[in-house]
C-alpha cells in the first residue's frame, strides 16, 4: 500500500514539474523574485512498521529553519530549506492504552527542495508547495518507560538510518506587506526510505515516517520585487504604487 501511495505522489510531482518547465516561458520575470526569512512552527510525526499494526501515540516537537525564494516566472518558483526537524513515535500498552511504554525521537537536518506554486495576486496569495526533501540525522534518543515481555518489538534495537529521503508538500497563504511577507502553512512529508536499519529489503521490515503540522514564516524580498521605473517617468515623482515594493506592475 505504501509502494501505491509513493508511486501516485511521484507521479503527480513529476506532472507538476513538466507542467512548469512548458508554463515558465510565458511568464518569465526580468529581474527574478529572490527572498529569503525565518520559519518556525510544531510539527506531529509517526513510523509505521508493516510488522504488525501498532498502536502509537504521536511525538510533538518545535522545528525552525531557514528559507531561501527564488521566483523566475509569476507563478511558479523554487523554495529551498534548511530545517530542524523531530521525528519518532510513542507506542501504548496494548493491554493498556492510557499507559506508554516505549518512545523513540530521531533529529534530522532536514533539506526540502520544493516547487513553489502561487495563486492570487498583489497582497494575498494561495501557495502550494511540492517536492523532494533529504533529511540527515544528527542525534536521537530513546526510552524504554516499562518493560513488557509480551510487548517488545526487533526494532526496539536497530539503529537508524543516518540519511532519509522524503517526499514533501504543503499549502498556505502568503500575505505581502510593507514589513516583509508572512507565510503560514501546514506541511506533510512521508519518507520514501526506511527511518531504521534493516536486515533484509523484505516488507516486515519496513519503518516509513510521517510528518506535518503547522509552520510560520518571515520573508524579507531581497531584490526584483519593486517595478522598475519607465524610461518617459524618469523625470517624475515616483508614483504610489512604484513606492509600494512588494508588488510588481507586471502582475
Not at 521566483?71 to 523554495?79: I, P, R, S
Not at 513515535?89 to 537536518?109: A, C, M, P, S
Not at 529521503?165 to 511577507?181: E, Q
Request: aromatic share 14%; glycine share 8%.
Amino acid at each position: 500500500m505504501h509502494h501505491i501511495y509513493r508511486n501516485i505522489i511521484c507521479s503527480f510531482f513529476l506532472l507538476l514539474l513538466s507542467h512548469q518547465l512548458v508554463e515558465a516561458q510565458k511568464n518569465l520575470l526580468d529581474p527574478p523574485r529572490i527572498a529569503v526569512g525565518l520559519k518556525g512552527g510544531y510539527y506531529s510525526s509517526a513510523v509505521g512498521f508493516t510488522t504488525e499494526p501498532i498502536s502509537q501515540s504521536p511525538v510533538l516537537a518545535p522545528t525552525y529553519g531557514f528559507l531561501f525564494k527564488y521566483n523566475a516566472e509569476k507563478f511558479f518558483g523554487l523554495q529551498v530549506e534548511l530545517n530542524h526537524i523531530t521525528a519518532g513515535w510513542g507506542e501504548f500498552n496494548q493491554e493498556d492504552f492510557t499507559e506508554t511504554v516505549y518512545e523513540r525521537k530521531l533529529n534530522y537536518i532536514s533539506l526540502p527542495m520544493l516547487t513553489n506554486i502561487y495563486l492570487g495576486k498583489k497582497n494575498f496569495q494561495f501557495v502550494i508547495l511540492v517536492g523532494p526533501q533529504f533529511d540527515y540525522m544528527i542525534g536521537e534518543s530513546k526510552e524504554v518507560i516499562t518493560t513488557l515481555d509480551n510487548q517488545r518489538y526487533d526494532y526496539y534495537d536497530r539503529a537508524a538510518n543516518p540519511f532519509v529521503v522524503s517526499i514533501a508538500g504543503g499549502a498556505g497563504v502568503n500575505i505581502l506587506t510593507k514589513y516583509g511577507h508572512f507565510q503560514i502553512e501546514g506541511r506533510f512529508s512521508a519518507s520514501m526510505t526506511d527511518v531504521l536499519k534493516a536486515d533484509s529489503r523484505s516488507s516486515t521490515n519496513r519503518s516509513v515516517s510521517t510528518i506535518g503540522g503547522l509552520t510560520f514564516s518571515y520573508i524579507l524580498p531581497i531584490s526584483g520585487w519593486k517595478a522598475k521605473p519607465s524610461d518617459d517617468n524618469t523625470n517624475e515623482a515616483p508614483s504610489k504604487s512604484n513606492d509600494n515594493w512588494e508588488i510588481r506592475n507586471d502582475q
